[in-house]
């Protein structure tokens, strides 16, 4: 019987290549109770290397992205046939059951585009489940490890430098405490305001997205050096921090909220004492000490690569030079008090 | 029909009565198998943790509502996280009504044992340790619930952390009861908190012995209704050794009891001695702060039928030594700012109340005198905190 539907399978990926009908979506696995043991139980890919998206499955762009060790990022988006997401009025997506979102994370590796895991956000009845799918040496299946893993990479970093880390593929729980939205799994990304023009385009054109109301000024491209600092800055601190940074985050008992909606400066950290920092603080008093981010504690704790310390606590093995570069000059042309 | 069956049996799993025990040895793959164990639990389910020491990389975590966590003994199943990669804490648990009992958590990169948004949670003879001993690159938190409702820790042992041993924050209906705390920066510390009982707890060698705190620009303020009762607090003396910019890195060495901007707190029927600053301290906080909705002073402090060892023999303040020669060498048992209102002390102990006016005042202006208070103060007992049945009945 496995050895049948292994060559089904086969016929269906030699088929791909040739443009006949491939089978679809399997929007039962997607909204099933349970955990797939593997990728390809979903059929978003038609290869089974994860790069060629199944009809429905639509590669997507955000306008700023959290920094992962300058992982490359592959988003898809996937909502059932007939159906459509909404932006509601604050610019979030609400998405019908059955939708999926998908993101492979990979590096150039001896030249060749290598894929090391893809983690799975599925919206079912009940909400949404997140899963985290680790690819095998030959790239031909990406098979389900809840408990997370550890992955040694060599990659050549935008600078030019070799870097040698242990990559870290996020646990099932730890990718709940980023996606998590007052105890519940929420997706980060897709928000109106941080979809590329062009995806948003890409989703009205194919009926898969709905806007409500209004339209909402898009987060600037933190990477994009022709756009305001201050802008740059708050959209680096919102894709970057403020999914656990927020009210309703795992961080909500800091005080510390870097949501690009957030007014308070004190929120924002300037003047902010740490509440539960420990040796995070780095003997620093302030979580941003305007016009002087040496002594500010954020500053201090993107730097550091000390489990403990550092920030992100998760999904970071490496210090995002240029991040680090734009919040230390943010900090630094705010006025002293 | 099959699918009849299918649900039927998925209904079945979530119910308790199918409840398993899921065994977790130490030894190669630790990290991957318990982690594993804690994502796959049910509700209901036992993970039980073998003897040994489980060498682990990176953090744990469980978000299983009715999950309980169970070693062999704080001595005997013990969760090493000195080569620890990643992650915040140890354990951190988010789920609600977990029993964690019988294991110990050492070296830890950053806090022991976290739990946030974990409602009645069970902390039941429990070690965490830095096991080399106090220093400022060890965790922050020894055991650290925060912002949930019904916390029980009892007869567990906090050893080395680098900010509080056992530390309640931003949550309600909390007892701490018949720990250990020692060589902490701060032993225990209920801090933006409603409605907790710290009692018969030994606390010795730390920076300050027990913390009564209330800090602005958070979540949940207003601190109020603490009983800090029959506890051991002894010989604190040790040297700050805070990482700078937290609070308790502002705690003096020799501090027995500490309440800082919190409201309706008694202290009674405690042993506090040996303290060289002073074995109990009502302040308000005094940092600069931004925040209409915090009130910095100390309000409605108790403090009756304790017992009072030898105090304010060391004071770690600056001035602290001037003052204590101005008092005859030592500075009297409790030291009161001056700050806040219905300070009320039954016992027969000298306070010193410095006379401060304003909030965030240079103690250079201080007028310091004792403090007078005719006859004895009344106050209205606090009302028992009062556990789910299920809570206490985990600690058999």
Same mark, same amino acid.
């Given at each position: 019987m496995r050895t049948l539907i292994a060559a089904i399978a086969i016929c269906?990926? *030699?088929? @791909?290549?040739?443009a006949a009908p491939t089978a679809p979506v399997v929007d039962a696995v997607i909204t099933a109770k349970g955990m797939p043991k593997k990728l390809s139980d979903f059929g978003f890919f038609t290869d089974a290397a994860g790069w060629k998206p199944n009809k429905g499955v639509e590669l997507y762009q955000l306008n700023s992205a959290l920094f992962t060790d300058y992982a490359e990022k592959y988003r898809y988006i996937y909502v059932p046939a007939g159906q459509r997401a909404v932006a509601d009025g604050d610019g979030l997506l609400q998405f019908p059951v059955g939708s999926a979102l998908i993101k492979s994370f990979g590096y150039e590796i001896d030249g060749k585009d290598r894929l090391l895991e893809t983690r799975v956000l599925l919206h079912r009845a009940d909400g949404w489940i997140a899963l985290p799918y680790v690819w095998n040496a030959e790239q031909t299946e990406a098979t389900l490890k809840v408990a997370g893993k550890r992955i040694?990479?060599?990659?050549?970093?935008?600078s030019g430098e070799s870097r040698d880390i242990s990559y870290a593929v996020p646990n099932k729980n730890q990718c709940k405490e980023c996606h998590s939205l007052s105890g519940e799994?929420?997706?980060? *990304?897709?928000?109106?305001?941080?979809?590329?023009?062009?995806?948003l385009d890409m989703l009205l054109s194919n009926a898969m997205l709905e806007q409500k109301s209004g339209s909402h000024p898009p987060v600037a491209d933190y990477d994009d050096a022709a756009m305001p600092l201050e802008s740059r800055a708050r959209a680096y601190l919102d894709i970057n921090c403020a999914h656990c940074h927020n009210r309703q985050g795992s961080a909500s008992n800091s005080g510390l909220f870097l949501t690009y909606e957030e007014e308070s400066p004190v929120h924002l950290g300037v003047g902010k004492r740490p509440v539960a920092a420990g040796r995070g603080s780095g003997g620093f008093e302030f979580a941003i000490a305007p016009g002087n981010p040496d002594e500010s504690i954020m500053m201090h704790r993107l730097k550091s690569l000390e489990s403990g310390v550092a920030m992100p606590e998760v999904g970071r093995s490496l210090v995002h030079a240029e991040g680090a570069a734009l919040l230390s000059k943010w900090i630094a042309e705010m006025e002293k008090e | 029909m099959i699918r009849t069956l299918l649900v039927a049996t998925a209904l079945c799993c979530t119910m308790p009565a199918l409840a398993k025990t899921i065994t977790v040895e130490a030894g190669a793959d630790a990290q991957e198998k318990l982690q594993e164990a804690l994502i796959l639990a049910e509700p209901g389910d036992v993970v039980e943790l073998g003897a040994g020491t489980f060498t682990l990389t990176?953090?744990? !975590?469980?978000?299983?509502?009715?999950?309980?966590?169970?070693?062999?003994?704080?001595?005997?199943?013990?969760?090493?996280?000195?080569?620890?990669?990643?992650?915040? =804490?140890?354990l951190l648990v988010t789920s609600d009504d977990v029993v964690l009992r019988d294991f110990a958590v050492e070296d830890s990169k950053g806090d022991g044992i976290k739990s946030k948004g974990a409602d009645r949670i069970v902390y039941h003879a429990i070690r965490v340790e830095w096991t080399g001993g106090p220093k400022a690159s060890n965790g922050a938190y020894g055991i650290y619930?925060? =912002?949930?409702?019904?916390?029980?820790?009892?007869?567990? &042992?906090?050893?080395?952390? !680098?900010?509080?041993? &056992?530390y309640v924050g931003q949550s309600k209906n909390i007892i701490v009861r018949r720990n250990t705390a020692i060589e902490n920066v701060a032993g225990i510390e209920i801090e933006n908190s409603f409605d907790a009982e710290v009692t018969e707890n030994l606390v010795t060698e730390n920076t300050g012995g027990i913390l009564v705190f209330d800090l602005p620009n958070l979540p949940q303020m207003g601190g109020h209704n603490v009983l800090v009762a029959r506890n051991a607090i002894i010989n604190n003396n040790t040297d700050n050794f805070a990482p700078e910019g937290n609070i308790v890195a502002s705690v003096p060495a020799g501090t027995g009891v500490m309440v800082m901007a919190n409201r309706n707190v008694?202290?009674? =029927?405690? @042993?506090?001695?040996?303290n060289g600053t002073s074995n109990v301290m009502v302040v308000a906080y005094t940092q600069s702060f931004d925040d209409p909705n915090y009130d910095p002073t100390p309000r409605d402090v108790y403090i009756a039928n304790n017992v009072y060892g030898r105090a304010g023999f060391a004071p770690d303040f600056e001035g602290g030594q001037q003052l204590a020669a101005a008092f005859g060498g030592a500075l009297p048992g409790v030291f009161y700012d001056g700050l806040g209102k219905g300070l009320i002390v039954n016992d027969a102990v000298s306070v010193l109340n410095l006379g401060l006016t304003k909030v965030g005042q240079s103690p250079a202006e201080a007028k310091p005198t004792l403090h007078e208070q005719k006859g004895k103060g009344e106050t209205v007992?606090? !009302?028992?905190?009062?556990?789910p049945a299920s809570m206490e009945a985990a600690l058999k």
């Open positions: 269906v990926a *030699g088929f @791909a290549v040739s040694p990479v060599r990659f050549t970093d935008p799994v929420m997706p980060i *990304g897709p928000k109106s305001r941080n979809l590329s023009h062009d995806t | 990176d953090g744990l !975590s469980l978000d299983v509502d009715q999950v309980t966590v169970r070693g062999q003994g704080m001595d005997k199943s013990i969760l090493s996280f000195a080569g620890q990669l990643g992650a915040g =804490e140890g619930p925060v =912002e949930a409702s019904d916390i029980l820790v009892q007869d567990s &042992i906090v050893r080395g952390a !680098s900010d509080a041993g &056992i008694q202290v009674v =029927e405690n @042993a506090m001695i040996n007992a606090l !009302s028992p905190i009062v556990l």
